[in-house]
Structure formats: C-alpha cells, structure tokens
T-cell receptor
Framework: DTGVSQNPRHKITKRGQNVTFRCDPI?????LYWYRQTLGQGPEFLTY????????KSRLLSDRFSAERPKGSFSTLEIQRTEQGDSAMYLC???????????FGPGTRLTVT | AQSVAQPEDQVNVAEGNPLTVKCTYS??????LFWYVQYPNRGLQFLLK??????LVKGSYGFEAEFNKSQTSFHLKKPSALVSDSALYFC?????????????FGQGTTLQVKP
C-alpha cells in the first residue's frame, strides 16, 4: 500500500502522560500536514512541513505539542502532559504541491482519561 | 477571514435519487476548493477539486461539483445515490493567507442514503 500511514491507530492514555504519534507520508510527497479533528467538526490545521522544515504552526498548537520530520521522511507528533481536551483524532496528510489535493492517513484516535 | 460553510448537518436521500450536498465559501481572490469523504473511523478520501477552468468538476465514484462564483458556492452532486455513498462529507478551501496549501474545512455534512 503506497498511501499515508499512521501509527498507532488508537491510543488511550492517562492525563499527564506523554504520547507520540507517527506518520509516514506518500514517499514522493515533500509536503506534510497535521490536523486535529474533534467529534462533529471538520479537521483543523495544526502544523506544516516542507521536507524537514517546519514552516507553520497553528495557534492551536500549544507548547505541549511538538512535531518533527527528520530527513524529510516520516513525521512524529508528540503531546506532553496530556489533558482531556487533547482527546481527538489526529490526522496526517501529504501532498506534492500546495495547490494539489492532500492525501490523508487513517488517523490516530487519542483518548485521554 | 476565509471560511467554508456547510449549511446542512445531514442530508437524507433515497437510493437512486439525485443528491446535493451544499457548500459555500468566503475567500478573497480565486479559491481552490475541495471535497472529501470520510467513512467511520477512517481518514479523509479526496473526491474532487476546483482550481480553474470548467465550472463543473467531475471526480471519483460518480461525484461532481459545480463552482458558482457569483453565489460563492461549490455544491457536491451525484445523479443517482447509492447506499454505499452514506458517509460524512467535507468541503474545504485552500487557505491563501500562507503558501503552505493548508486547508480550511467546513463542519461536515452527513449523507444518509436509504434503500
């Protein structure tokens, strides 16, 4: 399968714990996006990478959130000291150019108890 | 501010009937518009996009969308609905305030196709 993959698919954690999610984009795509989707809402942009450079971060991304894309390949999104409000689906997408469609992974559903 | 609105939370249609899922947008300049579909516990699947050219855009699974600049709309349509089309549909516009290509999504419309 050559689509976008994300791991894990589900994560249940206790408040205050750290979690890390991984995204593997389509290999020839140099642009990578993270979005967050809560129940009943459309996805909201979190951050953007072009190759290994993180070029934009949303104000939604508090200082507890950090993302990396070493060597411009896979990306990780870490949430430190999780809060119940962090419970959501975290979606990764990749594209080849800014006007092109983005291809989404299946998402990681985070539940903070 | 740029935005996308999907005025209907849910659309119900009988199998075999035509369907329309509505979307309006607010963007300064020429919009890049997209439709995605989401099945339960899945990511979003790209259906179609409008960048320029013909106002009627054809996409995957028999879907099409009509760009109307004067009404700032981009409604999704299908001539004959299938039960398997039942899903959550999102309209999105490219945010032109940055060069990243990030998308602004509507809140989604649930399409229910009944046999």
């Amino acid at each position: 399968d050559t689509g976008v993959s994300q791991n894990p698919r589900h994560k249940i954690t206790k408040r205050g714990q750290n979690v890390t999610f991984r995204c593997d984009p389509i290999s020839e795509h140099n642009r990578l996006y993270w979005y967050r989707q809560t129940l009943g809402q459309g996805p909201e942009f979190l951050t953007y990478f072009q190759n290994e450079a993180q070029l934009e971060k949303s104000r939604l991304l508090s200082d507890r959130f950090s993302a990396e894309r070493p060597k411009g390949s896979f990306s990780t999104l870490e949430i430190q000291r999780t809060e119940q409000g962090d419970s959501a689906m975290y979606l990764c997408a990749s594209s080849f150019a800014p006007g092109n469609e983005q291809y989404f992974g299946p998402g990681t559903r985070l539940t903070v108890t | 501010a740029q935005s996308v609105a999907q005025p209907e939370d849910q659309v119900n249609v009988a199998e075999g009937n035509p369907l329309t899922v509505k979307c309006t947008y607010s963007v300064s300049g020429n919009p890049y518009l997209f439709w995605y579909v989401q099945y339960p516990n899945r990511g979003l699947q790209f259906l179609l996009k409008y960048i320029t050219g013909d106002n009627l855009v054809k996409g995957s699974y028999g879907f099409e969308a009509e760009f109307n600049k004067s009404q700032t709309s981009f409604h999704l349509k299908k001539p004959s609905a299938l039960v398997s089309d039942s899903a959550l549909y999102f309209c999105a516009v490219r945010d032109i305030s940055s060069n990243t290509g990030k998308l602004i999504f509507g809140q989604g419309t649930t399409l229910q196709v009944k046999p």
